[in-house]
Each structure stands twice: as structure tokens, then as C-alpha cells.
DNA sequence: GAGTGGTCTAGACCACTTT
DNA sequence: AAGTGGTCTAGACCACTCC
């Protein structure tokens, strides 16, 4: 064997959530079934079940069962967005304002997302955190896996469940880099400070469950406010 | 039993290395070892030993053994200092000024650092980056754990490699929050910048291995030629 | 009561490192 | 050759959920 058992397990469950056979909060088959049905003993697809678990791609739950991870707008939300009251507490942002549209895709578009798309579609907002306009925000898809998105406007605040419930892309991971910058003319009427007023700006590629790196996002932030949290470990 | 049992035997890992009788870098006992001396089976010292190499705080190496996390230089730096060019190299910083104080601790130092500490030591740190003064950095420590660390100074660019070494407090973990913020008069001299050009404050709390928080830092980064970067999962 | 995941054991074989 | 962790199996009992 090549590969671990394990490791046919976690693919075959991964393809499987991939394919749409398996659905966001549907539940898996057992540990015994899992087991029967591609030949290993029931400790090894527990082992690949465990492992699917740290990785946040299935939930498991005592006495219930196993099941896809349906990130909730709350989870999803939250996860991705990480600004916060100064204490910590959550804010849920509203929208103030959105234009959904499709275009050439820039070379590094093009080769930073996945499948190398000649068409992406641009996802531009203005959200507002208690009653103060504080986010810009600029969404840039792959246009052939999100086919058809700007006739879904308006779209909700938690993009990634719109993803996942209508592309079959359930985010898991993005990486960030984060910069001050001073706000320009345009960012600085949108959010009513001063031009140069120090912002935070942030700019994220998130990648699916299969790893494919499926948007690009920049974002701008007012944080005289609020504060970015993050943990290191 | 209230507990599982491989919990006894994470407690008694962690409170080996906790008290030094385990060095950072050290060898374990093996599986086998260990299930005999705890009285469980070597499945569940296993199960055990890998949970806590999931938390980073012992690594495994085939037909070799298990052994305390020892942070690097680099990796204990690099873990936790995230400023990075922009296409992600790594950056060594060099010290520029350095003060150590021992001083009362602020209301909301005691509060929230470990054992409500009436004396603290604070060291205010320039370094640049790239030749180019970039941070400027206060961390608050504890006096009862750091005792004498202010006759240390020089202190190496990797704080946490000396805590580890000779006070024992192996970081695990640090909060972060992070704002834009508009460079005073202070910040913008040592930084070589115009006073209100935009700087990335960074506000951290640090946790050791036992979790209790040994280290508030606050840092001020000039972002304009590197980024702080981060991955969300 | 039936089915699920959570814990624990005992043992086997393999791959790797060290002596 | 001896010792280590890595994988895999088979089985047991428990705690929890649902019917």
C-alpha cells in the first residue's frame, strides 16, 4: 500500500462532499458502514473520521452520528470575519451597498485562482458595523465555478454560505495579510474620515475544502472603533 | 472514572515539563514506557502522546522517539512575529534600542496577567527590519516569574526562546488584536515616518504551556514595505 | 432497545533510526 | 538486532440519542 487505509477513506469522503453526494449537514454513513463498504476495519475509518474532524470538514456527535460540516451563517460569518468589539464581542455587519460585475480577470487573477479563469465576476460592498460605514469590500470569483452569481442580487451578508449552498464551495481556509494604509479619496468619503486616516486594509485568498484557491478579497477596514483578533498558535 | 484516561497521562506529561523535569527538547519515555509507569494500555499512551502533538507541545519522529517541543530560534520567532514581505519570505529583525524596567503593574496589568502580579518588568524595544527602524515593541512580564531578567540585558531578538530556556514558560498561544493607527510624535521619530502616517498597532497576550498568560505586548509595525500575515482556519 | 460515537485494551506487522 | 513510532485489526464496554 502506497498510501495509508486512512488516507482512501478521507478521499473518498472528501470526493464525495466535493461531488455533492454528500451535503453540508447531511449526515455520514457509520463507522461500521464506512468501514464495510470500502474494506477496512472500523478503527480505521474512525481514525480517518477523527481526522476529517480536526479538520472542521465533518462534526461528530456522541450518540448521533457523523456529519458534514454546514457552516451557519453565524460560524461561517464569524470565522472569516474577525473584526470585533475592543472586549471581543461580535458585530454583525449590515450592508450599505453592492455592485455585482463580470469581467476580464487580471493576470494575477488569473493565475492565483483556481483553474486559471479568463472571466471572473466582482463582488464590491459597503458594510456598515453599528451604524457606522466601516467595510470595504472587494470579492474577485472564478467566473465558471460561480456561474450565474450576479443574478442573485442582493446577496447575503455571509457570502461563504452562498457559496456553499448554491457552488458546492465550502471555505475552510484563507490566508490574510494585513497592512495599515491611509485612506484615499474614494475610501475616505465611503467611510467618512479623513483622507490619509490610517485604515486597516486586508487582503485574503480562501481556499475551498479540496484546497483550490476560489476567491480573492480586499478589504478595508475603519478600526478606530474596533479591533482585527486573531489567535497564534 | 471521571476523566478518560489518556487525559492522566497529558496531565502527567504536562506537569513534567511544567516543573522541568522534562527539558524542552527532551525525550519522552515511549509508548511503551509510559502505558506501564501511568498503568494504561500503550493504545491509550499513544492516543495520549499524539493529542499532545497536536497542541505542538511534543513531536514525534519515527524509530526515534518523542520529545518536548523545542522552540527554535526561528520557528518560536517566526511562529509568532508575522510582519513577512510580500510574496511571504521571512524577515530576521535586529535590535536597535533597548530598556528594561521594573516597575508597579497597571490596574488591568494585574488583572490580567498570570497570579495578579504587583510588580512588573516592561521592555520597550526598537528593531528595523530590512535596515529600515519597523517596530516598536513593549512587552509586560510578570516580576515573580522573570525575576533578574532585567540583569539579562542584552536580551536576544527572540524573547520567548529565553523564557523558555531559563524561566521555564514554554508560549503556546497569543491573542491578538490589531488596529490601524495614526503614527504620535514619539512613534513617528523612531520610526523615521511623518507623524500621522498609518502604522499597524498589534495588542498581544501570551499564554504558556500550562495556559497562563505570562506576556502582555504592545507592538507599532511600519506596514508600508511588509505585511503582517496570518491563516484563518 | 437499537444505533451511534467515545474510550480502552491487546496484539500484530511495518518503516525507520540507532547501535 | 533492538527499539521506536506508524498503521491496522478485533473486540469490549460505556455514554448518549432516538424511537
Not at 455533492?20 to 463498504?37: D, F, R, V
Not at 477523527?50 to 460569518?77: D, K, N
Not at 480562501?206 to 497564534?232: F, N, W
Request: charged residues 25%; contains cysteine.
Amino acid at each position: 500500500m502506497g498510501q495509508p487505509l486512512y488516507q482512501k477513506v478521507i478521499d473518498t469522503i472528501v470526493a464525495r462532499i466535493g461531488s455533492g453526494e454528500l451535503l453540508p449537514g447531511g449526515m455520514l454513513p457509520s463507522e461500521m458502514q464506512l468501514a464495510a463498504e470500502i474494506g477496512v476495519s472500523q478503527g480505521t475509518a474512525r481514525k480517518a473520521l477523527m481526522m476529517l474532524e480536526q479538520h472542521g470538514i465533518v462534526r461528530r456527535e456522541q450518540g448521533r452520528g457523523s456529519f458534514v460540516t454546514a457552516r451557519t451563517p453565524e460560524s461561517s460569518l464569524f470565522n472569516f470575519f474577525r473584526l470585533r468589539e475592543n472586549d471581543g464581542t461580535i458585530i454583525r455587519p449590515e450592508l450599505i451597498d453592492e455592485q455585482i460585475t463580470q469581467r476580464d480577470a487580471t493576470p494575477i487573477e488569473r493565475d492565483t485562482l483556481f483553474d486559471k479563469p479568463e472571466q471572473v465576476y466582482e463582488i464590491r460592498r459597503i458594510r456598515s458595523l453599528k451604524g457606522v460605514a466601516s467595510t470595504i469590500e472587494s470579492a474577485v470569483l472564478p467566473a465558471p465555478i460561480f456561474a450565474g452569481i450576479d443574478r442573485r442580487a442582493p446577496l447575503p451578508s455571509a457570502l461563504y454560505i452562498l457559496y456553499q449552498q448554491n457552488y458546492g464551495c465550502i471555505v475552510l481556509r484563507a490566508d490574510e495579510s494585513i497592512n495599515a494604509v491611509a485612506a484615499d479619496a474614494d475610501e475616505a468619503r465611503a467611510l467618512n474620515v479623513e483622507p490619509g486616516a490610517p485604515l486597516l486594509r486586508v487582503e485574503r485568498l480562501a481556499h475551498d475544502i479540496l484546497g483550490r484557491p476560489i476567491e480573492r478579497r480586499r478589504s478595508v477596514y475603519r478600526t478606530d472603533q474596533l479591533s482585527y483578533k486573531v489567535t497564534l498558535d
